[in-house]
């Protein structure tokens, strides 16, 4: 079995930061990109940031700046570190692991809550 889990949720004031980590194991035998999606009440499930098996990144316009992801591929782990964190960054924040390019995010953590107050 494939297990992800996450840490690194909680509640901060604006302005606050949060590291949010997501470690893969089990039967994982190759990882390609790692990602980090958010849901907010409400709201569609969006993607955050990812990071390919190669070190190239990408992030969604709102929060380029104050977030940056890594890995750790020795541990088969994803962290997202957060900044100048914004009331509208509130939600439900899920890992995910894409084993090989083009194929779909197969592999979901838990999800962590996310809450940033004003």
């Known amino acids: 079995q494939v297990q992800l889990v996450e840490s690194g949720g909680g509640l901060v004031q604006a302005g606050g930061s949060l590291r949010l980590s997501c470690a893969a194991s089990?039967?994982?035998?190759?990882?390609?990109?790692m990602a980090w999606y958010r849901q907010a009440p409400g709201k569609q499930r969006e993607l955050v940031a990812s990071?390919?098996?190669?070190?190239?990144?990408a992030y969604v316009d709102s929060i380029k700046g104050r977030f940056t992801i890594s890995r750790d591929n020795a541990k088969n782990t994803v962290y997202l570190q957060m900044n100048s964190l914004k009331p509208e960054d509130t939600a439900v924040y899920y890992c995910?692991?894409?084993?090989?390019?083009?194929?779909?995010?197969?592999?979901w953590g838990q999800g962590t809550q996310v809450t940033v107050s004003s």
């Open positions: 995910a692991i894409q084993e090989a390019p083009r194929l779909p995010f197969r592999y």
């Open positions: 089990g039967s994982i035998f190759s990882i390609n990109t």
């Open positions: 990071i390919s098996r190669g070190g190239s990144t």
